[in-house]
């Protein structure tokens, strides 16, 4: 989870580069099991973009997920919902 002070850099970052609504990518890196990949793709609607790349050895699985978000609060309340999920890594 993030603290409180590293949401309000998050929230002011944010709104400085986008105008809400935008598209936002999210990106996670994990161990890749079945569980753990559903549990970050439940995170979004399913008409989302969803890129997935294995590391060349095969041992992490990024995820990259495209979404139209309203605000800054609601990429930073993604982000929290998805530290919930154990051994995903935001980015």
């Known amino acids: 989870m993030l603290s409180e002070e590293a949401k309000t850099r998050l929230r002011d970052s944010l709104d400085k580069v986008h105008g809400w609504p935008s598209v936002y990518m999210f990106k996670f890196i994990f161990e890749p099991e079945a569980t ?3 549990a970050v793709l439940a995170l979004f609607p399913a008409e ?10 095969g041992k992490y699985l990024s995820v990259t997920v ?5 605000s800054a609060e609601d990429v930073i ?3 929290d919902r998805a530290a919930a999920i154990p051994g995903v890594i935001t980015l």
């Open 77 to 79: 309340n993604r982000y």
């Open 48 to 57: 989302s973009e969803v890129l997935r790349r294995y590391s060349a050895g």
């Open 36 to 38: 753990r990949l559903e």
């Open 66 to 70: 495209k979404e139209v978000m309203m």
